[in-house]
């Protein structure tokens, strides 16, 4: 039975700072890091979809975490075949004309893509070699469907990864898990190592994405929710990821996270809702529901522990603390 970390898709997000989440006087990017890890053992860097990563940051955010810790990495929009801002790629293989053009996967030229990677991944060397490097997400696009061109672009991301690197693949297309085509996915996804992305998103929408809970890769799982907003798929992002989930909601799922740890070494249950604290808030809910599920004399025996350790920096006394619900 694997462990099953609990945490949310940001610590930067506007509405959470909004949110007074945060303890006043909290205002620094450290602090707000440091007070993040104190409450949570996981966190998705998001911001490295939009922009690539710096290794500057990467060894902050080392520094700045208790050992234990772990960040899941989303890959560089480029990378994922999304729409990508030609300013935000480096000065050299800027393609002429204006930054703020939105440049096409297939304007981009292999050997350009090529030093994308290699820059992605050196800025998150210091996360690798520091062992704090949960996983690379790859995160696909709607109109990243089932066929043998998106094979072979997962078969790119693939052999462009270090093999010791785990990558997690989440799917914004429906037909991937459509009848006929599951079982070849899970079939394609095992044979690479690749882990499945579990999602909740809101149901009966066109967009709308199966709760599809399978262990493809032994060492890790994923499970993100982005809420149940009718908006998914079609409004802003404000729109697309606002809700606010109940206990009821985040209890459908224990049994699925429970049966993801029974075949992963790790499960990394994420909170993408935002808006406030609505996903700090569920990540909370849903920490205390396995903390239930697992309290001595359950059924199975597991219990919850802490991971506590002191951070590299910390002031004398302090320390930081996060649940791990674990065996």
């Known amino acids: 039975m694997g462990d099953i970390l609990i945490g949310t898709c940001s610590w930067t997000d506007r509405a959470l700072l909004a949110s007074g989440w945060y303890p006043p006087g909290t205002r620094t990017a450290e602090g707000r890091l440091r007070h ?124 462009r990864v270090p093999e010791d690197l785990r990558v997690t693949v989440e799917f914004r297309h429906p037909d991937w898990f459509a009848p006929r085509h599951l079982a070849a996915t899970l079939e394609f996804l095992r044979a690479r190592g690749l882990a499945l992305v579990a999602v909740d998103t809101a149901d009966g929408l066109p967009a709308s994405m199966p709760p599809v809970a399978e262990v493809t890769c032994p060492d890790v799982s994923v499970v993100r929710f982005h809420g149940r907003n009718p908006a998914w798929g079609t409004g802003t992002k404000e729109e697309r990821f606002r809700h606010r989930y109940d206990a009821d909601e985040l209890a459908a799922w224990v049994p699925r996270v429970r049966h993801l740890a029974a075949g992963a070494g790790e499960v990394h249950v994420l909170f993408n809702n935002c808006c406030g604290d609505a996903a700090v808030s569920a990540a909370e809910t849903m920490t205390g529901l396995l903390r239930e599920e697992r309290a001595p004399g359950a059924p199975g025996g597991h219990t919850t522990r802490r991971r506590t350790s002191a951070p590299r920096t910390s002031a004398p006394g302090s320390r930081g603390s996060q649940t791990v619900i674990s065996r």
């Open 36 to 159: 993040y890890a104190s409450r949570f053992p996981v966190v998705e860097v998001d911001a490295t979809y939009y922009a690539l990563p710096s290794a500057r940051n990467s060894g902050l955010w080392v520094e700045r975490t208790p050992d234990g810790f772990v960040f899941d990495v989303k890959a560089f929009s480029l990378l994922t075949g999304h729409p990508t801002r030609a300013g935000a790629l480096p000065p050299g293989l800027r393609p002429v004309g204006p930054p703020q053009r939105s440049l096409r996967a297939a304007e981009v030229p292999d050997a350009v893509r090529t030093e994308v990677w290699r820059a992605f991944l050196d800025g998150i060397a210091p996360l690798r070699a520091a062992g704090r490097l949960g996983a690379v997400l790859l995160q696909f696009p709607p109109w990243f469907m089932p066929g043998e061109r998106a094979r072979a672009w997962l078969d790119d991301c693939r052999r």
